[in-house]
């Protein structure tokens, strides 16, 4: 395959450009960025319409959940309004009758193993 001679731009620092060549370099600068100005408008339009759709639709949710434990049944005795299940103590000193230090030593945790 043969290699295509690719031909670098000069780099030309501002020193040595003349005032009529810095002119042109800055219209068209100017020009590239006022054709690219509508396009940009465009898409700053589309993501504030998609940011506020999922802002009204977070606080829809919202709303339906508020609604929904406003309409929920009180639980009845001994059940807890979440699904979580109440956490038993298992232990049966009374930790108020001694220090931090003998408490902590008599409460033993495990992990429970769920198959």
């Known amino acids: 395959m043969a290699k295509a001679k690719i031909k670098e731009p000069e780099v030309v620092s501002p020193e040595e450009m003349s005032k009529k060549d810095l002119e042109n370099k800055r219209k068209e600068i100017t020009a590239y960025y006022s054709e ?27 709303a339906q959940m508020f609604i929904a434990q406003t309409m929920a049944p009180e639980p009845e005795e001994g059940e807890s309004r ?34």
């Open 36 to 62: 690219n100005i509508p396009p940009l408008q465009v898409q700053l339009e589309y993501e504030e319409l998609l940011r506020d759709i999922e802002k009204t639709r977070a606080e829809r949710l919202q």
């Open 82 to 115: 979440n699904d979580m299940p109440e956490m038993q103590s298992q232990t049966t000193i009374d930790p108020s009758k001694m220090s931090g230090q003998e408490a902590a030593d008599h409460i033993k945790r495990t992990l429970k193993k769920s198959n």
